[in-house]
């Protein structure tokens, strides 16, 4: 059975920064796009970021962009997500997830959680003062 195990969230304060990691197993990431996704309590699930294993194209959400980073490293066979300038908007749980749709990822509906397969179980970030 695949599975993601996410790690690295905690509380920090506004202008920090975290890295949350995204351990899978039981498959590897080469033919899978990873997107990282957030749930605040209220909001809706929203996509943050994508790697896609074909080529390594990278996607952002527009409230990220030029703030978190996300990255892979197929030895570890384990995607990154660097986050700088942590916002108190940025609170929320994250979740990594799996998806073998590389063209839909591609044709730009990385945001589309629908779209995945797998996912973990999430981890905390708290930003806050």
């Known amino acids: 059975q695949v599975q993601l195990v996410e790690s690295g969230g905690g509380s920090v304060q506004p202008g920090g920064s975290l890295r949350l990691s995204c351990a899978a197993s039981r498959f590897t990431l080469d033919r899978y796009a990873i997107g990282w996704f957030r749930q605040a309590p209220g909001k809706e699930r929203e996509g943050v970021s994508c790697?896609?294993?074909?080529?390594?194209?990278?996607y952002y959400a527009d409230s990220v962009k030029g703030r978190f980073t996300i990255s892979r490293d197929f030895a570890e066979n384990t995607v990154y997500m660097q986050m700088d300038s942590l916002k108190p908007e940025d609170t929320a749980v994250y979740y990594c997830a799996a998806s073998p749709r590389l063209f839909e990822i591609h044709r730009g509906s990385w945001e589309a959680w629908a779209l995945y397969d797998e996912w973990g179980q999430g981890t905390q970030v708290i930003v806050s003062s």
């Open positions: 790697i896609s294993s074909s080529d390594g194209s990278t």
